[in-house]
């Protein structure tokens, strides 16, 4: 079983949906959680970390589930330019990341 | 954007040959990674440096060694290159690797290099 597992996807959404993805991690003294955005041949960049109370940042909503191991985010009001490969990430407590293979996200007009 | 380059950033090397690929940093950042990002596996870690001479291996160091002589600088090299370390690499900094999600451990990523191994 992979240490963290992500649907690969694609998710093919219109522009203004919502879209939530998921990532379990088998873990469990895992400690802290993120999400990375990576466009087409481009390097990873952090969208946002993923807090115990969850938290948000504009269109974005990540969540996590410590009892069920796993974390989740949610974008709202798609735009075109969120089309991406979503990364979850899990540093573990070797102070590793671990990461996901990655959902890829289309937004089409 | 975190001042991180990478060279080459791409290459094209036969079988056999040796290969140096150069990470540089103008963070001041203590730690280095190099991974290794290939189809239907998430990045994999190659190797990690916390601090100059300081390295240690990750989970596919097998066929990879690491120098770094400087702060801003961390050299992944392949002794004698082989097609199963066609990928891409990337190289990534953070200030610190604290354990809890911070802004001090965020890994920056560097803008990668193909590597193709014929």
């Known amino acids: 079983r992979k240490e963290v597992e992500q649907d690969p996807g694609p998710f093919n959404v219109p522009e203004g949906a919502t879209v939530a993805f998921n990532c379990t991690y088998s873990?469990?003294?895992?400690?802290?959680f993120f999400w990375y955005r990576q466009d087409c041949r481009k390097e990873p960049k952090l969208l946002m970390s993923?807090?115990?109370s969850g938290n948000e940042d504009g269109r974005f909503t990540a969540q996590l589930n410590r009892a069920s191991q796993y974390i989740s985010l949610l974008i709202r009001d798609s735009k075109l330019s969120d089309s991406a490969t979503y990364l979850c990430v899990v540093l573990i407590v070797t102070d590793k990341l671990i990461f996901g293979t990655g959902t890829r996200l289309q937004v089409f007009p | 954007d975190a001042g991180i380059t990478q060279s080459p950033r791409h290459k094209v090397t036969e079988t056999g040959t040796p290969v140096t690929l150069r990470c540089h940093q103008t963070e001041n950042h203590r730690y280095m990674y190099w991974y290794r990002q290939d189809p239907g596996h998430g990045l994999r870690l190659i190797h990690y440096s916390y601090g100059v001479k300081d390295t240690d291996k990750g989970e596919v160091s097998d066929g990879y060694s690491v120098s770094r002589s400087k702060t801003e600088d961390f050299l992944l090299t392949l002794e004698s290159a082989t097609s199963s370390q066609t990928s891409v690499y990337f190289c990534?900094?953070?200030?610190?690797?604290?354990?809890?999600?911070?802004?001090?451990?965020?890994?920056?990523f560097g803008p990668g290099t193909r590597l193709t191994v014929l």
């Open positions: 873990n469990s003294a895992s400690q802290s």
């Open positions: 993923v807090y115990s």
């Open positions: 990534a900094i953070s200030e610190s690797t604290s354990g809890r999600a911070s802004q001090a451990n965020e890994q920056f």
